[in-house]
Structure formats: structure tokens, C-alpha cells
């Protein structure tokens, strides 16, 4: 699987990034971690900013969780609170209504894509094919 093309971000974009990305990367996953790894070195640079939403916190923060380990999701959620946490709001959540009526996405799908046009943010970095019919925002997975 090739690398994501992170560098067709321009310097100062803010990009949301969905959940399996930030996952794969935290848990080195063997065949995804890889793809994902561009936009993550570039944020580490300094050229990029990432976002995540607090239904992303919920669910990185899961499998520490369940697996009892505290100490992990702590590490975790400070990693995540260091970025932009975009907090949902009734705003968000009647466009993600919409837009789950105009795409047909699952709910957390439609709110993470609510939550990146709420910020106008430059992309929404995700791993999932739900977002392939999907206009109006750039979707880099």
C-alpha cells in the first residue's frame, strides 16, 4: 500500500483526521501505519496542523480502555488534546444529519465530515470508503 500524498497539503492546512489513521500510527499497525506516516511526519514539522473531534477521542481511546490500560489511554488522549479538538455542537450535528441524508453515512462518519467543513478545514484524512460519493471536501485516505 503506497504512502499518502501528505505534500500535496499546503503549509498551514488544517487537516481533520478520522480515527484508523490516528490508530494505526499509535499502534504501529504493520501494513497501515505506513500509509498514514506522511501526514503525520509533517505535522510533526510544524506544516501542517491536525485536528480531531471528540468522537475520535472516544474511539482511539476504546481499545487502551478495554484492554484496562489506563496509563496508555492517558499517554493516548494527551496526544489527541494537543492537536485542535473540535467539540460537537448542535451546529455540527444538524449538518451531520444532513449530510447523513444527503451520503447516506453512518453517523460518526457524517459527523467527523460535519466537523471538518465546521472548521473549513483543508482535508479529512480517513480509512474509510463510506466517504467516496462525498463533495465539497477533500478526502485523502
Not at 29 to 54: C, D, M, N, S
Not at 102 to 120: C, E, R, V, W
Amino acid at each position: 500500500m503506497e504512502a499518502l500524498d501528505a505534500g500535496a497539503l499546503p503549509t498551514g492546512a488544517c487537516v481533520l483526521v478520522d480515527s484508523a489513521p490516528i490508530i494505526y500510527m499509535l499502534e504501529a499497525h504493520p501494513k497501515f501505519a505506513a500509509r498514514f506516516a506522511p501526514l503525520f511526519e509533517r505535522h510533526g514539522e510544524g506544516e501542517i496542523a491536525l485536528a480531531v473531534t471528540t468522537i475520535t477521542i472516544a474511539e482511539v481511546l476504546t481499545g487502551p480502555l478495554r484492554a484496562g490500560e489506563e496509563s496508555l489511554a492517558r499517554r493516548y488522549r494527551g496526544v489527541l488534546e494537543a492537536w485542535r479538538v473540535i467539540e460537537f455542537t448542535c451546529d455540527i450535528a444538524e449538518s451531520a444529519a444532513r449530510l447523513r441524508c444527503k451520503y447516506g453515512l453512518k453517523l460518526p462518519d457524517a459527523i467527523q465530515l460535519a466537523s471538518a467543513l465546521a472548521i473549513n478545514a483543508h482535508a479529512l484524512v480517513t480509512h474509510d470508503r463510506d466517504f467516496a460519493d462525498v463533495r465539497g471536501m477533500r478526502i485523502l485516505g
